[in-house]
């Protein structure tokens, strides 16, 4: 919640599973192109919040499967818990406003006289949550006895049905909105209201997210039955809720741009980079654009060639120093002249290269200081190494810019056997 200064330029609440990721994209792209977007141009005075049903145990397997960004942000099990930052701490005000007229042995009881519902697997038994898969054609009639139920026994429940399958019964005051409602508040008792907010989903249970006032909102075009039956019944007039043409992070792209809330040209669609001026001397785009040339080399998607080589060296200071995550130091250029040499090594191959919570500071007039996780996959392997480099903006009205030191440390766990060249 203080990582910013002052008010966020745009808030982006994401559900992950067929929202923020597409479990049909083998190789990722769509994420892929979103990362590298949100790094180049928003994580510096932005905020990205997950919001998903899954609960901490299978969200933390997701991150270990798929390059997301970390978020600023999480709610959890359908809007039952909220932690922030890397260290996911965790908001106990929030859990135990959800205490109210809530008893969770009382649920189970009641659950237990429906033989349709089936227990999901213990790691979705949340202290405010219950889930259950049931048959659809049979899941509104037991809703609608469930709940009188348990009404009966003195609670105040919201039950939410959602995927084709999927029942969550949660205390009412939960729920993907409320929980951004909270967020809200927060923020605005601390005078820090994100100046736009920009919600995504595709299934029953985001369908909450899109009724908190003064929000955008977009369905991803896989958007499911039960979301987009909501939309028609409850939103179909308003304007600033859109069903995305395009989907899963492709289509969060797609309404960031329609809604006019910044850039939406993922860096990963721009081939090249030589063309393209972004006006200003900015951190995080130089090292997206960087580590993506670094990708496509290796790859072999882009040309062979002296010229771009000599364009490589002119970014780097030619008496810098690389300091590798295995505890060796190279000069720059030694660094870039085994780069030339390995041009293709990964062609074929499922290789990418992304960067993840890019932070900078400026410490001189020229002078700045760039932080990050950067990321590499070949098939299933994963390596991570946390870097920071000195920099020097050479030109403050343009991108000229030299990288000056780059220090590494594999994040724990990520050390590769593999060549590390930047």
Known sequence: MDRLDGSARLMLVSDLDLTMVDHDDGENLSLLRFNALWEAHYRQDSLLVFSTGRSPTIYKQLRKEKPLLTPDITIMSVGTEIVYGESMVHDDGWENYLNHKWDRGIVLEETAKFPELAFQSETEQRPHKISFFVEKFKAFAIMKALSERLEERGLDVKLIFSSGMALDVLPKGAGKGQALAYVLKKFKIDGKVPANTLVCGDSGNDAELFSVPDIYGVMVSNSQEELLQWHAENAKDNP???????????????????????????????????????????????????????????????????????????????????????????????????????????????????????????????????????????????????????????????????????????????????????
């Open 240 to 422: 600033k809720i859109i069903h995305a043409t395009e989907r899963c992070a492709a289509g969060i792209m797609q309404a960031i741009g329609k809604f006019g809330l910044g850039p939406n040209v993922s860096p990963r669609d721009i081939r090249d980079f030589q063309k393209c001026k972004v006006g200003i001397f900015s951190p995080g785009h130089e090292v997206v654009k960087l580590y993506l040339f670094y990708e496509r080399w290796q790859r072999a998607e882009v040309e062979k060639s002296e010229h771009y080589m000599q364009s490589l060296r002119s970014v780097f200071y030619s008496l810098g120093i690389i300091a590798h995550p295995s505890g060796t130091e190279q000069s720059m250029h030694q660094c870039l002249d085994l780069m030339e040499n390995l041009y293709g090594d990964k062609q074929g191959k499922q290789y990418r290269v992304w960067v993840d919570r890019v932070s900078s500071a400026q410490i001189g007039l020229d002078a700045w200081l760039v932080k990050f996780d950067k990321w590499e996959s070949s098939g299933e392997e994963r390596q991570c190494c946390l870097t920071t480099v000195l920099m020097s903006s050479q030109n403050m009205a343009s991108d000229e810019y030299k990288w000056m030191h780059v220090h590494q440390t594999w994040l724990e766990g990520s050390e590769s056997k593999s060549i590390w060249i930047l």
